[in-house]
Nanobody
Framework: QVQLVESGGGLVPPGESLRLSCTASGFSFDHRAIYWFRQAPEKEREGILCISGNNDVRNFADSVKGRFTISRDNAGNTVYLQMNSLKLEDTAVYYC???????????????????????WGRGTQVTVSS
């Protein structure tokens, strides 16, 4: 069974940190690009960060630069999203996604163009609130 499962979300006050995990089962994604997306209420889905099969990193969102970091642990089949200095605007459901044919990180939020990604997790809720 092919699955991606996000975890680590929760309620956190502004300024604090949170680390999300995306763990794969049923396949190895060490050669895949892994994307993090988020969707806030009444807003469009937004690409955040991607790490390629060669460990190149691509940031799609200016709003998280300097605050969010993506990394991977191939042995554990896990990709992480470290979120620091969280803001109210970061409240969203966070998703990870991949595809067997996608090894490089491409995409653009302004044009709403991303490669076909057929494997998605169900999302984990991050709520930033005082």
């Amino acid at each position: 069974q092919v699955q991606l499962v996000e975890s680590g979300g929760g309620l956190v006050p502004p300024g604090e940190s949170l680390r999300l995990s995306c763990t794969a089962s049923g396949f190895s994604f060490d050669h895949r690009a892994i994307y993090w997306f988020r969707q806030a209420p009444e807003k469009e889905r937004e690409g955040i960060l991607c790490i390629s099969g060669n460990n190149d990193v691509r940031n799609f969102a200016d709003s998280v630069k300097g605050r969010f970091t993506i990394s991977r642990d191939n042995a554990g089949n896990t990709v992480y999203l470290q979120m620091n200095s969280l803001k109210l605007e970061d409240t969203a459901v966070y998703y990870c996604a991949s595809d067997p044919l996608v090894t490089a990180c491409t995409g653009d939020n302004d044009l709403n163009i991303f490669p076909p990604l057929n494997h998605w997790g169900r999302g984990t809720q991050v709520t930033v609130s005082s």
